[in-house]
């Protein structure tokens, strides 16, 4: 069997698309940084180069390189489903193409991925080595030069709205990849986005003025000198941190309702909206059922959980208040898990850090950014790292889920956001 003859027996017998679309510039990591060479012993092609792999759905999988050869007949697709296993010829791919669809994949296995170009003189060297693990990125929001602060998901997880340092907002349709429009008020780079409970505005900031946008009119709607912007889950307050002080407005009227403790640190809502978790010293928790004039603590942790009490050598990260659980009863503070109720700590993060953090709603796994790069997954029952994602190319800024708990989205200072999944527990 000839060449061709095998390329079609081959997207036949396993479902291999080829097409011939554009070259994405991904660049790859945790390969070797080695540059490719010839194949010895020949003068076939220059070797492809910046392999990357990813699902676009739970059964099909996209690669993309950058094709440096001239006159080639074509790639040859190698693939191997253990790190130790041998790599198998799966398919061709045409001269000039940069990418390929493979079909019939599972979301739940890891596979490895790596090509090469060939031709009438011989076969090139092989591209870097590509790892793709189940649950892995899925799309890749991009901006032509700049950095991407922030990202958020709409509450149907349809849209994705990012802010970025070149004061801009957009709001993105994530599953084509595309913009659908531009926001433009901020002075400054826009470090956070949220939208609230019904989707219909939108709020960002860019750490001095936040603004409130109408999401469906593309519109300004409000703005005013404040912080860490955030909407209850309720829908009932809009927070913001203003002059250091933790300050609920009416989202409609925007009259400041309730003035707090001052805090330096992050803030949580329950996902009931009733419970508000105040980071500094100490952690603060606020009952917002049937609140009066002046909202009182109804608890706090007035001491810093120190690394000794369980083991000198765990990473505490200074007490930093990370994340909550959806009901508020725990918290993550540096890499302990403790009880709101006592200050107990009742379990240690597995291989804990990371810069900026988002707990599932649903309250099973913690995402992590980090500034070499990656994007870190805990199952919080626990406390198990089990994910590392790789593909940004600086450090991550912030990371949030969709409603559903299934996907993550992650803004770097490579310019892109990028959606990872789908994840659950059982992978």
Not at 36 to 62: S, W
Not at 355 to 361: D, R, W, Y
Request: proline share 4%.
């Amino acid at each position: 069997m000839n060449r061709a003859e095998r390329n079609i027996a081959m997207n036949r017998n396993i479902g291999l698309t080829l097409t011939g679309l554009g070259f994405y510039a991904l660049l790859t990591l945790g390969c070797s940084d080695d540059p490719p060479t010839r194949a010895q012993g020949n003068q076939g092609p220059t070797p492809p180069t910046r392999l990357t792999a990813r699902f676009v759905t739970a059964t099909q999988i996209r690669l993309d390189w950058q094709d440096n050869a001239l006159g080639e007949d074509g790639f040859e697709i190698f693939e191997a489903v253990a790190i130790d296993s041998n790599f198998i010829n799966i398919g061709t791919s045409p001269a000039n193409s940069e990418n390929a669809y493979l079909e019939g994949k599972n979301s739940a296995l890891k596979y490895f991925y790596k090509i090469r170009a060939y031709s009438s003189d011989g076969n090139s060297g092989f591209s870097n080595k590509f790892e793709l693990e189940g649950g892995s990125m899925l799309a890749r929001l991009e901006l032509e030069e700049g950095t991407m602060r922030c990202a958020a998901f709409n509450p149907d997880g349809s849209k994705v709205a990012t802010g970025s340092g070149d004061y801009k907002v957009r709001l993105w349709d994530w599953a084509t990849e595309s913009e659908i429009r531009t926001f433009l008020y901020h002075e400054r780079a826009v470090t956070r986005s949220q939208f609230s409970p019904g989707g219909g505005r939108l709020v960002t900031t860019d750490d001095i003025q936040v603004v409130v946008w109408d999401v469906n009119a593309g519109q300004y709607n409000y703005s005013f000198v404040g912080t860490r912007p955030q909407y209850s889950p309720d829908g009932r307050f809009l927070l913001a941190v203003v002059d250091t002080t933790v300050t609920l407005f009416d989202p409609t009227t925007y009259n400041p309702l309730h003035v707090l403790a001052r805090t330096d640190t992050e803030l949580f809502f329950s996902s009931d909206g009733r419970w508000l978790i105040t980071g500094g010293a100490p952690i603060r928790k606020y009952d917002l059922n049937g609140v009066a004039d002046t909202l009182r603590a109804v608890q706090t942790m007035n001491r810093y959980v120190d690394s000794t009490d369980i083991n000198p050598r765990i990473p505490v990260l200074e007490g930093r208040l990370n994340a909550i659980t959806p009901d508020a009863q725990f918290a993550i503070v540096g890499s302990l898990m403790i009880r709101m109720s006592d200050s107990t700590v009742v379990r240690v993060m597995d291989n804990f850090g990371g810069s900026c953090f988002a707990m599932s709603p649903d309250g099973t796994m913690l995402a992590a950014g980090t500034t070499d790069w990656k994007i870190l997954l805990w199952d919080v029952a626990t406390g198990q790292q089990t994910r590392v994602l790789h593909g940004h190319t600086y450090s991550v800024y912030s990371v949030a889920w969709n409603a559903a708990s299934s996907y993550v989205v992650s803004a770097s200072g490579d310019g892109s956001a990028r959606i990872w999944g789908p994840f659950n527990r059982s992978l």
